[in-house]
Every structure is written in structure tokens, then in C-alpha cells.
């Protein structure tokens, strides 16, 4: 079977998992939400978001797609906690797609008894934004109903400045290349800092992804980053799972030593 095929029978059957991994409050170690993770059968050439959302793009059915993995992302997040949010993926190519129609996600949220309020739309600075104006009308409609914007890999590339300044984000998430050994790193310590520093003059929160060590978790909540996504924490899941019993021992140890009661 061919990609193209697989893709279609995805479509069809519906056969996508949506995988979840922790996004943690790095001034005392709970979970703040969760970012959903599309993933395609495991046996399918398919099974990995990169190769399922090229093949999206190429067929012009993003639209199609992003559908079913809201819907999946959706279902598996609704015993969650009220106070957490989740984060969904948001291709920046998607309203070029002729069959995008605003307002099915209110929909599903309400089927499940979930808010737009807990719901952070991700939009990645990989795929760039053509026409800043058509995109942020788009955006506006998600914006009136409660929903809250990422601007997602910020330092992947060349935009980040650019989209931060036009769309305004309510969350700016530092792509996991600055992150990757920080703690062995000035310049990457430097620039992280002074995201942090500038995320809070606009009202803006920080979250680092891509943390894989405790080095680096120490320089990263060192910094004043409020929240913070990687390995560390957890590995993505087809379940809401908690923190590692290690982290949390982690947490203990930090705020003893700064004379802060653990929280758990």
C-alpha cells in the first residue's frame, strides 16, 4: 500500500491515536497541561506526524486531518483536570485548504464538557506564514470564542520575531535546539534568559520544550522560565500519565533548598 493509499485509509477508518506528553509548572513541579501528539497506525509507513502531515499538504486534505486528530486529542483529554490546558497543533497552511469550515471544534468540546478556555493552539514556526493578514483573520475566530495561541519551535528558524510580533501569542515555546545543553552553554543560557525576560514584559508565557536532562532543567528554571516539556518529564503517551516519581523527588530536593515547603 502506498502512502497515499494508507493515508486515505486513515481518513476512512479513522485509526489515529492522539499521544500525550506533560507540560510542567517549573515553579513547583505540577502539570499545567498537555500537548497532543497525532500518531498514525504503528505499523503504517505513516505512524509518525511528519510523514502523516506532508502527505495531508501534498493531497490538500490538512483540513481533513487536523479534524480527526482535534477530535482524537479531544476525546482522550476529557476526564482531565478543569484547571489544565491542552495544547493542539495548528498547520499555519490550513486555511488555504478548501475545506476548512471554523467552528466544528466548539462542537466537540461541548460533546466532551471541555472549554475553549483549556484549549492552546500550537502553531509551528516550521511552516511559514504567506499572508500574515488572512491568517491572523482566522485566528481571530478562535480568539473570540476563548481559545488561547502558541506560537510553537520559536529559534527554529528566521520568523519567530515576525509571527511573535503579528499574532501576539498568549504561549511562546523555545524550540528544543536551544534547550538541547544549555547548562554546558552561555550563549544558549544568554538567549534563553532574555526570552524569558521578554515574555514577561508582554504578557507572554514561556515554555521550554525539548528538556532531556536534569543539567538541563536546573538552568532552565534558574533562568525564570515558568513552564517547561521534554523527556525529562515524561515521554509522550496514549495517556494523561503524571510525572516521573524521579522529577517530583527533584522538586523536593530544589525547594528544601530553598526553604519552600514541596508541593508535590
Known sequence: MTQQEEFYSILATGELTAYYQPIVSLSDGRIYGYEALARGPASSQLAMPDQL???????????????????????????????????????????????????????????????????????????????????????????????????????????????IAELRPDYIKIDRSIIRGIDRDDIKAILLETMAIFARKIGCQLVAEGIETLAELDVVTALGVPLGQGYVFARPQPELRPISAEILLWWTGIRKHLGVEASG
Open 53 to 163: 502531515w506532508a502527505v495531508a499538504e501534498k493531497e490538500q486534505r490538512l483540513y481533513a486531518l487536523e479534524t480527526l486528530a482535534r477530535k482524537r486529542a479531544i476525546e482522550g483529554f476529557a476526564p482531565a483536570n478543569p484547571a489544565w490546558k491542552l495544547f493542539i497543533n495548528l498547520n499555519a497552511n490550513v486555511i488555504y485548504d478548501p475545506q476548512f469550515t471554523p467552528g466544528q471544534t466548539l462542537s466537540l468540546l461541548e460533546m466532551q464538557g471541555l472549554t475553549p478556555q483549556q484549549i492552546v493552539f500550537e502553531i509551528t514556526e516550521r511552516q511559514s506564514i504567506a499572508d500574515f493578514t488572512a491568517f491572523k483573520q482566522a485566528l481571530s475566530h478562535y480568539r473570540c470564542q476563548g481559545y488561547k495561541i502558541a506560537i510553537d519551535d520559536a529559534g527554529a528558524g528566521y520568523s519567530s520575531l515576525q509571527a
